[in-house]
Nanobody, 119 residues
Framework: VQLQASGGGLVPPGGSLRLSCEASGSILSVNTMNWYRQAPGKQREMVAGITSSGTSANSASVKGRVTISRDNASNTVYLQMNSLKPEDTAIYYC??????????????WGHGTQVTVSS
């Protein structure tokens, strides 16, 4: 599985960005597509995730400001981020988790896209 993320950039506080990530390869019918981020000096954290059936969840740090969506036809996941804050500055990574069963999964990662929120 390969993941190609795009859409990062420099945005002023209060601005918006839309990240995209297209997956290709051996994608199983049961999967989740997720966005993580890692700020300098901090651990990678999950931002939002969405299952292949469309159930989504966001982390508390971005709740109300972020919407995750996906297009199963093109295996693409989107992250719409609004009201961005300087603390949202990080490298954002796309992740796909393929599930063979509830206890058998494998993670795949994209290279990441830089989001910088600054005036």
């Amino acid at each position: 599985v390969q993941l190609q993320a795009s859409g990062g950039g420099l945005v002023p506080p209060g601005g918006s960005l839309r990240l995209s990530c297209e997956a290709s390869g051996s994608i199983l019918s049961v999967n989740t597509m997720n966005w993580y981020r890692q700020a300098p000096g901090k651990q990678r954290e999950m931002v939002a995730g969405i299952t292949s059936s469309g159930t989504s969840a966001n982390s508390a740090s971005v709740k109300g400001r972020v919407t995750i969506s996906r297009d199963n036809a093109s295996n693409t996941v989107y992250l719409q981020m609004n009201s961005l804050k300087p603390e949202d500055t990080a490298i954002y990574y796309c992740n796909l988790r393929n599930f063979r069963s509830d206890s058998d999964w494998r993670d795949y990662w994209g290279h990441g896209t830089q989001v910088t929120v600054s005036s």
